[in-house]
């Protein structure tokens, strides 16, 4: 369930790079981080 929300901070050429990842996916920056976390933990 997605009942959780968290704000982070990252130097901008990350979130430049993040923003023309999930452009290039066609998904939501969020949509991308949530993809790229649950990769990380195999969920």
Do not use: G, H
């Not at 901008?12 to 969020?30: F, G, M, T, V, W």
């Amino acid at each position: 369930m997605n009942d959780r929300a968290m704000n982070i901070k990252m130097p901008s050429e990350l979130y430049e790079k993040l923003q023309e990842e999930a452009k290039r996916k066609n998904i939501s920056l969020a949509s991308l981080v949530r993809m790229i976390c649950s990769e990380y933990f195999d969920q």
